[in-house]
């Protein structure tokens, strides 16, 4: 009896053991593949969330852009009247092409026993209205050292409540209007206000003007020629509703916060401007709430306005990124290897049962192992591939919709500033003269920065010039931003490869001198392309702490940027290996060209 046992025992621990390394290796090929679809979500989101915040900047700098020429436009003359600051915002025309806008408006600057002749001045400017504005007072009443009134204001209709309001009592008080007075650059209240009967939330910016031909170099000459400020009220709702595409951004929550002037730590935190997910227009700050249920990606990303610095919060489901098929695909090789493994299992149990037919179910078993084993290889490089490319595709899109929204609107910027420039031509004080020439390099800035993202996402080099000039420009680009000193060897590759062949190894370059800068604690790294019998060589070096050998062995589990690179090689034909002898890595990539 007890030999019975023993012998049921035995016949079953093989297929037991089979079953379990079986069972333990669909888990492992899940959890991989699951960790790779998340990865590849989390791109997707990181990617879209810095795609919005270039559109969001670009929205912002734009209302700051006619803030700046509105200062224009008292800084080209010595006075401008109450209907020439009518003509000139009306003619831009703010509800259709600027909603976000509340108000445009001057306040001037006057000292305490100016208050009298200022009220009489505007009461009787019947310039714009017949009857004046009999009724025009600074307010609130009473008599200060100095005042700062609001006295032009586009449109009148709706803000009559601020007309004739000085500022000092209700916003610029003490430093900060010294600050304002003292400042060439554009302010931010930083914080939301109640505009009229709080039927919404505003944010103020305020530019100051001087007056023309003065010095100034100094604070007491910039006091001294100060003669007020033009200003812009925000609706913050409207200034950012519709500014991201309503089809690909449905499922992202962005928020807006003031996280204080530029070199300051805001003392309770940042500060909420705005938030997608608000239930009320202009609802006050307790409306911006977070939801009870953390989200799955978030990213934070920050940019500089109006001499304060604003973060733009991003957050989404992880479902939001993920296709059918992504969020199936774990599960189906689960399945497949569950299945697998109970098919092991019994054909294991069958060859132990079964002794006349061991040998030969021995060699069918390790023949469908070895087989599983190479389908399960081919799949998983299947996918990196496919995601390899949906990344390359993604790039050339995004860079072409770089290309044709902000070319247009840079080019009306451009053409809008030299005509005003070109109608004072030969009359402008050196104060407008530099006020076109500081729009006119903010606009060069602009388009610079614009030209890099397009480049990093598709450099125009790499199919204009080939594999070698789109290597060194971005080895000069790595050198600018990470001071890591990068030469590059070799000569333009005559005949040049095919274009698949010269992408799959200008990605690859670029992900591994973005690894040696990132990791490698390197001072230099070392680049270098040449081709010769019929097949073109790339390599990489760097003189940095060198990674483990397992990064050399093509089975070994190794990061994603390492895997991608192999994988592009091996897309087109190529071969990758990694040298780390212990002081630096050294990686050759050969691929052979028809």
Do not use: C
């Not at 200060?144 to 609001?150: D, G, I, K, S, Y």
Request: proline content about 5%.
């Amino acid at each position: 009896m007890g030999s019975a046992a023993n012998g049921m025992r035995r016949k079953f621990l093989a297929p037991l053991f089979v079953l379990a390394i079986s069972v333990a290796l669909s888990l492992f090929l899940f959890a991989y593949v699951r960790d790779d679809v998340q990865r590849d979500a989390n791109l997707r989101f990181e990617r879209q969330a810095a795609d919005a915040k270039h559109i969001i900047e670009r929205r912002l700098q734009s209302y700051v852009g006619v803030t700046y020429g509105l200062k224009a436009l008292f800084a080209a003359r010595d006075s401008v009247s109450r209907a020439e600051f009518h003509n000139y915002v009306a003619a831009l025309n703010l509800e259709q092409n600027y909603p976000g806008f509340v108000q445009l408006n001057f306040a001037r600057h006057i000292r305490g026993g100016e208050k009298r002749a200022l009220e009489r001045e505007v009461r009787g400017d019947k310039s714009l209205d017949p009857r004046g504005y009999p009724h025009f007072a600074v307010k609130p009443p009473g008599d200060r050292a100095e005042h700062h009134v609001l006295i032009y204001i586009y449109p009148m209709r709706g803000n009559d409540f601020s007309f004739g309001l000085d500022i000092r009592t209700i916003g610029l008080r003490g430093r900060a209007m010294d600050n304002l007075r003292e400042s060439t650059s554009i302010i931010s209240s930083g914080r939301l206000l109640p505009v009229g009967e709080a039927t919404f939330v505003g944010l103020a910016m305020r530019l100051p003007v001087y007056r023309t031909g003065m010095p100034l170099e100094t604070a007491e000459q910039l006091r001294a020629a100060f003669i007020g400020s033009v200003g812009a009220g925000y609706n913050v709702r409207k200034l950012m509703a519709g500014v991201l595409d309503a089809t690909t951004m449905t499922a992202m929550r962005y928020r807006l916060y003031d996280a204080g002037p530029i070199g300051e730590s805001p003392a309770g935190g940042p500060t909420p401007l705005y938030d997608s997910a608000q239930t009320a227009p202009g609802a006050p700050r307790d409306d911006f709430t977070v939801a009870a249920n953390e989200p799955d990606f978030v990213a934070v990303l920050p940019l500089e306005l109006a001499s304060r610095r604003w973060e733009l919060h991003f957050s989404a489901p992880a479902s939001a990124f993920l296709k059918r098929t992504d969020s199936e695909l774990p599960w189906m090789v689960l399945l497949g290897g569950l299945l697998s493994s109970a098919l092991l299992f019994a054909v294991v149990f069958s060859v132990v049962t079964a002794r006349e037919r061991a040998v030969t179910l021995a060699g069918e078993i390790a023949e469908s192992a070895v087989e599983a084993q190479r389908v399960n290889a081919a799949q998983i490089r299947d996918l990196l591939r496919r995601l390899v490319f949906a990344q390359e595709t993604e790039r050339r899109r995004f860079s072409a919709d770089l290309h044709d929204l902000v070319g247009q609107s840079l080019s009306v910027l451009g053409m809008g500033i030299e005509t005003i420039r070109s109608l004072a031509s030969g009359n402008l004080p050196k104060k407008a003269d530099a006020t076109f020439e500081q729009m006119s390099q903010l606009l060069k800035e602009t388009m610079g920065s614009v030209r890099n993202v397009m480049s990093d996402l598709r450099p125009p080099l790499l199919d204009d010039y080939g594999l070698y000039a789109a290597i060194e420009w971005h080895a000069q680009q790595l050198a600018s931003r990470s001071g890591l000193r990068v030469e590059v060897d070799g000569a333009k590759l005559e005949p040049r490869p095919p274009a698949e062949v010269e992408v799959a190894l200008f990605r690859i370059a670029q992900e591994a001198l973005t690894n040696v800068a990132k990791h490698a604690d390197a001072a230099q790294a070392r680049v270098s392309v040449s081709s010769g019998a019929g097949r073109v060589r790339l390599v990489i070096e760097d003189d940095g702490r060198g990674i483990a050998p397992a990064a050399n062995d093509a089975e070994a589990v190794v990061g994603w940027g390492m895997a991608v690179m192999r994988e592009r090689a091996a897309a087109v034909g190529g071969a990758m290996r990694v040298e780390s002898p212990g002081r630096g890595t050294r990686i050759v990539v050969e691929v052979a060209t028809p």
